[in-house]
Nanobody, 126 residues
């Protein structure tokens, strides 16, 4: 049974940092073709944040987080991390980890992902 477990959310002041973790189990880590982070703010649609290919180690970011967020993996721990720096109130949302085994996906399309975590709340105060 595949499980994605997020952790690391919390309350931080604007300009601060948080590191989110997504621990994957139930499948070989390298069997995922893509692992990503999405977020959903109250009253808004879920949006793509960042993604990484576990095997090829390519990363993708939405424009609003480029230069502030860093996505990386530790294969030995079957875990991907989202380091979030220079946070702003606009980053406030529930952050979800997602994974897929599909090939040739559109990275930012949530429908392409097969597995989802339960979400972790990130709140940035001004």
């Amino acid at each position: 049974q595949v499980q994605l477990v997020e952790s690391g959310g919390g309350l931080v002041q604007a300009g601060g940092s948080l590191r989110l973790s997504c621990a994957a189990s139930g499948r070989t880590f390298s069997s995922y073709t893509m692992m990503g982070w999405f977020r959903q703010a109250p009253g808004k649609e879920r949006e793509f944040v960042a993604a990484i290919t576990p095997s090829a180690f390519r990363t993708y970011y939405t424009d609003s987080v480029k230069g502030r967020f860093i996505l990386f993996k530790v294969s030995a721990k079957n875990t991907v991390y989202l380091q979030m720096n220079s946070l702003t109130p606009e980053d406030t949302a529930v952050y979800y980890c997602a994974a897929t085994t599909k090939n040739g996906i559109t990275v930012a399309n949530a429908l392409m992902y097969d597995y989802w975590g339960q979400g972790t709340q990130v709140t940035v105060s001004s």
